[in-house]
């Protein structure tokens, strides 16, 4: 069975700092992965997803995920946060083809960003 | 925005107590899913089902029971509710995606419910 890593669990940061948070999967085979928010109340929504082809994805809101195959992560990145940023994130992976959407989360990671 | 709901947000009820969690989503989706998530933990799939009549055990063992009488609507039960269950509840939907074919995987998330049990 496949797991996912997400090695900070909080991180606090200040407005227009760059972030990056990490993600590492353990599955053999081939991976969808994804990054889901939770805002502050809210439900969990998708940030971004990657399936296949260009390994670098833009996701809503000016985030991106680098996918390394060799690694097997696939962190996510933002140049410049805003105070409007602060949530969880949780980052999650699913067998690629046609497995359904058995999808494993990591533990998450809680950001804040302080004006 | 995701068409799916979960009631209630919050319940807070004594041990030994039957409580259903409800959920309905308004997207025509095959597949549901319950999660469990304590705070700052991961989530854990619980329950998941294919469509009516299906229903699958997750990752992690749960002593609740879910149904899947029709499309919409996915309730989720505990007979007898101890302070063990305490936490919180999220349903979830996606797309089956046809055989042959990837679908996206993209799984939409209702709000919640925090369950407490005294």
């Known amino acids: 069975a496949q797991s996912v890593s997400q090695h900070n669990h909080h991180v606090i940061l200040s407005e227009a700092a760059s972030l990056e948070l990490g993600c590492n999967y353990s599955y053999g085979g081939t991976v969808n992965l994804f990054w889901y928010v939770q805002y502050p109340g809210q439900h969990l929504q998708l940030l971004l997803k990657?399936?296949?082809?260009?390994?670098l994805v833009k996701g809503i809101k000016g985030f991106e995920a680098e996918f390394i195959k060799s690694k097997f992560s696939f962190n996510l990145r933002k140049p410049s946060v805003q105070w409007s940023d602060t949530a969880e994130y949780f980052c999650a992976v699913t067998p690629g083809g046609n497995a359904g959407n058995m999808l494993t989360f990591g533990g998450g990671t809680r950001l804040m960003v302080k004006p | 925005e995701a068409d799916i709901y979960q009631t209630p947000r919050y319940l807070v009820i004594g041990t030994g107590k039957k409580i259903t969690l409800e959920c309905s989503q308004t997207m025509g989706h095959d597949k549901m899913y319950w999660y469990q998530q304590d705070p700052g933990m991961e989530l854990h799939l619980i329950h998941y089902s294919y469509g009516v009549n299906s229903t699958e055990k997750g990752d992690l063992s749960s002593e609740s029971t879910v149904s899947r009488i029709r499309t919409e609507h996915f309730p989720l039960t505990l007979e007898s509710a101890r302070p063990s269950h305490t936490s919180q509840y999220l349903c979830?939907?996606?797309?089956?995606?046809?055989?042959?074919?990837?679908?996206?995987?993209?799984?939409?998330f209702g709000e919640g419910s925090r369950l407490t049990v005294l």
């Open positions: 979830a939907s996606s797309e089956l995606g046809l055989a042959g074919v990837s679908n996206t995987g993209e799984l939409f």
């Open positions: 990657y399936f296949s082809g260009d390994p």
